[in-house]
C-alpha cells in the first residue's frame, strides 16, 4: 500500500513551499495527495506553479493519510476561510494522532484553528508569530523546530533544514 502525504492548498500558495518539500516527501517514499476545494480544480502559486486539487476537502478522510504537509504563502489564509472549518477539523487529526504535521512559513496558521497549541512550540514567518502565540503556543525564531509530531518552518531560506526533518520523520 502506498503511503500517503495529505497537502491542504488553496491558490497563491508559495510555489517552493510546495514544490521542494514533495520532492522531499517523494524521495521518502511518499506521495502527496492534494486537497482543496474542488477536486479536478488547477490551482496556481503566487510565481506561477499550478497543482491540481486530487481530492476535495468534502471528500477526503485524514484516516487515509499518513502525514500532512502545509506549505504557506496566502493558502493557508484562504483555506481558514472555509465557512464550515474542514482545514482545521482535518489537521486536527493529526495532531489528535500523533502523526507527522509539516508546515512552512504561513503554513501553521492552519494549526491554529486546531485548538491544539497550547504548549507547544512551533516556528513560522515573523508576521506569524503573534497569532501562534495567541493560540497558546511557545513561538521561536529558528531555521526548523520539532515538536513531537509537529515540524514548522520559517520561511524559503530554510527549506534544506525543513526538508531534511521530512526526510527523518517519515523514514525514522
Known sequence: MTKKVAVLLADEFEDIELTSPAEAVQAAGYETVIIGHTQGATLTGKHGVEATVDISIAEAR?????????P????PDHLRGDAEGRYGQFASYFVAEDKPIFA??????ILIDTDALKGRTLTAVRNVHKDLSNAGATVVDEAVVV???IVTSRTPD???DFNREIGNQLKG
Open 147 to 149: 515538536d513531537n509530531n
Open 104 to 109: 512552512i512559513c504561513h503554513g501553521p496558521q
Open 72 to 75: 504557506g504563502g496566502f493558502s
Open 62 to 70: 485524514p484516516e487515509n493519510y499518513d502525514a500532512l504537509l502545509l
Open 158 to 160: 530554510d527549506l534544506d
